[in-house]
């Protein structure tokens, strides 16, 4: 990022490129996550009644409460890291000569042209 920021606007240019950078590693946490606890199946097993999910934090402390056992019968991590790898795969096949030709262009290209 520094190899192509304008010195003329330079810190609000860095600003700028670092706030997509962290953004990219950052939001996309969330959908993750939240793609783990949709594909995780876990039942509480106890003797007396019929199972029951357990995924969530309210749900195994309930099944804690009750006397029962959260049992994980698929985690969904490993369909989550799938998936992930997947889309990312696909994703970058389709962006890699958009940055190819981005890392082609000389640096003056992505300065500022100022009239004097």
């Known amino acids: 990022m520094?190899?192509?920021a304008d010195p003329v606007?330079?810190?609000t240019y860095m600003t700028l490129l670092a706030t997509?950078?962290?953004f990219g590693g950052t939001w996309p946490r969330f959908f993750?996550?939240?793609a783990v606890d949709y594909f995780t199946i876990a039942m509480c097993r106890q003797n007396l009644n019929d199972p029951f999910p357990c995924v969530t934090e309210l749900e195994k402390s309930?099944?804690?409460?009750?006397g029962g056992k959260c049992v994980v019968e698929r985690d969904g991590y490993?369909?989550?890291s799938a998936a992930c790898?997947?889309?990312g795969t696909?994703?970058?096949m389709f962006i890699l000569p958009q940055i190819k030709r981005l890392q082609s262009m000389p640096p003056k290209v992505w300065k500022l042209k100022m009239n004097n």
């Open 85 to 87: 790898i997947a889309i």
């Open 78 to 80: 490993y369909i989550a």
């Open 2 to 4: 520094a190899l192509i």
């Open 32 to 34: 993750v996550l939240e």
């Open 62 to 66: 309930l099944c804690n409460e009750r």
């Open 90 to 92: 696909v994703f970058f």
């Open 9 to 11: 606007i330079g810190g």
């Open 20 to 22: 997509f950078s962290n």
